[in-house]
């Protein structure tokens, strides 16, 4: 069993920066892939981003490819999301997600387990 808690967002301009965090408690975070998804008001659900379980491989919405960058720490069990030349249309709420594999996070259809999401509002 798995248990993710972001923490980290809130209310900022457009063009400045924020990190979110993920922390997973469970001796076996550092076995899953790990990814960061968003959902904007009256949106779907969407793939920001996500990172396979020894941070060796990356992927990206192009939306935010050049912008936002994931990384880990496994001895943290802890996954971020560093965002940068936020853009209003970045306004939602993010949500962090494991899974075994990175194609299965960048799938999102067998997510194994979700945090409950943090919000992140940026004004023009």
């Known amino acids: 069993q798995v248990q993710l808690v972001e923490s980290g967002g809130g209310l900022l301009q457009a063009g400045g920066s924020l990190r979110l965090s993920c922390a997973a408690s469970?001796?076996?975070?550092?076995?899953?892939?790990m990814g960061w998804f968003r959902q904007a008001p009256g949106k779907e659900r969407e793939f920001v981003a996500a990172?396979?379980?020894?941070?060796?491989?990356?992927l990206y919405a192009d939306s935010v490819k050049g912008r936002f960058t994931i990384s880990r720490d496994n001895a943290k069990n802890t996954v971020y999301l560093q965002m940068n030349t936020l853009k209003p249309e970045d306004t939602a709420v993010y949500y962090c997600?494991?899974?075994?594999?990175?194609?299965?996070?960048?799938?999102?259809?067998?997510?194994?387990?979700w945090g409950q999401g943090t919000q992140v509002t940026v004004s023009s």
């Open positions: 997600a494991a899974d075994r594999t990175l194609a299965g996070v960048r799938a999102e259809t067998s997510i194994d387990y």
């Open positions: 469970g001796r076996t975070f550092s076995t899953y892939a």
């Open positions: 990172i396979s379980w020894s941070g060796g491989s990356t």
